[in-house]
């Protein structure tokens, strides 16, 4: 396999984006991160695109060749795409195929494309698309299993779960995670693209309104609309257009069954350090999938960045801010940048690209030089989870 | 690129299969294929699963992560899986993708697997998810534009504006589309596994039911249940598991746009040819994307097996049935096999495996040696079109 370098990035802000349509918001994405690569749409060397998505047939009756349809004003029409799925880790997986067509030397320039619009009128629509990963006859299961209350997502009864399970076996307390929504807020205010940045409180994180089990609203990532892109090449093709390269080191996609949800990251994170020939005391800097504020605390151990059960010690010593040892999701994360599921594992990398080239402002990380993202998916069975690691180096 | 052969094949019969699920038409294709191969799924050598399939979302309320659950039952849990669309082409484009995991070096073994079940209670719900390429504006505008009868497929009218197109630039007539549906019935009386093999006549064909413009209910492709499954490796590989091992030579997802209707399939299959180092002259059989009878003709000449507009000439002269200088669709083609969108692709594949080791029984092309697959989807707008090939060699 040769070198594949990132070469330009692009993504719409997360939120609410009404009015817009995903071709919209994709074709922003896609604009910037041309742009940023050096490279235009029309006679681009861009050899294949890789689309991921996962809400679109639901919300937007959009079922089939969902990438074709959002490209359409991209100027990309006419190169080879792939639709791509897999749950929330469809953008990383599809950067992961991206990898592939141009570290193989298929492709000279691929883009890895991730969009998702899930603000729509019925709002139990949108909760429905993000518990598509199992049909309604399992999802009942499920949800007689955990106790669903019937309204919200079922998805975050799946990380009290987690989150109950996690109280157990550590000396973390719900304090812990507020705090870690509480950090995450605070570097989503320094991020111009994040859906609610704010100054918030421990106390004001444990009294907001209620979730599931000890998760409450802003512990938990919102409903998102937005897109992202990321332009992949060799290191001779991103020097000759002129771009800003960041290497990607490593991307492997990990697949779950029953009874491997606590090595599913860990095998995963392994792989991806024997690729990019690293570990985890090399990291500066950590995006990962905080779909509800105990996950940060839990995949951190997971990734091997401290011993099992001293993830509340980082917190609490503030390593995991911004200007501490190892800053994680100084994006704001899911739960303050927003999480619109095929974009997500997209963004986390973006925001890594942005940390490793120095153009993070006011969340910049200093020296940043070696950087990993963790996309998750699929947790609400064990046969469907799916973890996705990137390593990326300045 | 490394060389990659396919190992094993496997394939349910397509046709209606009430009762069964997905995971159970899955779990027979790939237990067949991985048999063929010579390899266990327990401990596997399989290092990755690409999966396509397009109406589970819309019949079976599997909208996210269905590979993951259709194999749930294969013993294939735990190895990395992508789910790859492509319309009625994502069969083909999961195995490019898993030809590409190998090639690469990324993995030394690989499967690719496609499955539908399209009969569902409410065949209204079937005609919708087959039209999912568009989305209810866009379908309302092509069915405004096409003048759609309101039943059936709106697919047939596009194919019956192609053939009517054909018609009037080729010195092809209704009969030869109906003697295009005659033979590949009679192909399909020799294929255990298709769905509705008989002996027609040319009358009988056309005074069958109208479907839409020239098109009567034989020259189109039923509905149909199934899935299919093709294990790729490496020469070494395949020969240490004991395997009867099939070149794949070549193998192309190429995207279309406005305006290049007429060119997608020529392009496509140029780019082939070249990567196979083989011409149309030097190809022993075919099968192509027969989803109405005109298309064979059609496809024969972008392909480039004779000159344009010669496709009948041949077709009269016999020249593509089963005896003939060069045989097509002698699996039955779509119209006669059955069309399950997400495995066809890779049923084409299948039926060319098994002519170049000789092991087609009746419908044995005599000294096949070079093999030709054309499968395609999305062509409801130019913007959706995929055209994908692939080039086997015994």
């Known amino acids: 396999m040769r070198e594949v370098v990132v070469a330009g990035v692009g993504m719409t802000a997360f939120g609410k984006h009404p009015g817009r349509s995903i071709t919209s918001l994709v074709t922003e994405s896609v604009g910037d991160a041309l742009a940023d690569a050096g490279v235009a749409a029309a006679n681009s060397p861009i050899g294949a695109v890789f689309y991921g998505n996962v809400a679109s047939g639901l919300l937007q009756g959009q079922e089939s060749t969902r990438g074709q349809h959002a490209i359409c004003e991209c100027g990309l029409q006419g190169i080879p795409l792939i639709n791509v799925e897999n749950a929330c880790a469809s953008g990383s997986t599809a950067l992961n195929q991206a990898w592939l067509a141009v570290a193989s030397g298929q492709v000279d320039m691929a883009i890895a494309i991730g969009a998702e619009k899930l603000h729509v009128e019925d709002k139990s629509r949108a909760f429905a698309a993000m518990t598509s990963a199992l049909n309604q006859d399992r999802l009942d299961e499920l949800a007689a299993d955990l106790g669903h209350s019937g309204t919200g997502s079922i998805f975050m009864d799946v ?23 509480v950090k995450n807020h605070e570097h989503g205010l320094r991020n111009p693209k994040a859906q609610y940045g704010g100054r918030l409180t421990v106390d004001e994180v444990l009294s907001a309104r209620k979730v599931s089990g000890p998760l409450t609203v802003p512990m938990c990532a919102p409903m ?3 897109a992202a892109a990321v332009v992949l090449t060799t290191p001779e093709l991103a020097t000759r257009y002129g ?4 290497r990607l080191l490593a991307t492997v996609v990990a697949a779950g069954h029953e009874g491997t949800y606590g090595e599913l990251v860990p095998n995963a994170a392994r792989r991806a350090y024997e690729m990019a020939g690293v570990g985890p005391a090399d990291l500066d800097v950590i995006e990962c999938h905080d779909a509800a504020a105990p996950a940060e605390l839990i995949v951190l151990e997971e990734l091997g960045v401290c011993e099992p059960g001293r993830a509340p010690a980082l917190l609490r010593a503030g390593e995991t801010r911004i200007g501490g040892r190892l800053p994680v999701n100084p994006s704001g994360g899911l739960q303050s940048k927003g999480h619109p599921l095929g974009a997500t594992g997209l963004a986390q990398v973006i925001e890594l690209v942005d940390q490793l080239r120095g153009r993070s402002g006011e969340r910049q990380v200093a020296g940043a030089r070696l950087a990993l993202a963790e996309n998750a998916g699929g947790y609400l069975g064990p046969d469907a989870a799916v973890a996705t690691i990137t390593i990326l180096g300045g």
């Open 159 to 181: 990380y009290a779960r987690f989150a109950t399970w996690y109280l157990q076996r550590s000396d973390a307390t719900v304090e812990d995670f507020a705090a870690v929504s």
């Open 224 to 226: 998102s609309d937005g």
């Open 243 to 246: 771009a800003a390269p960041v």
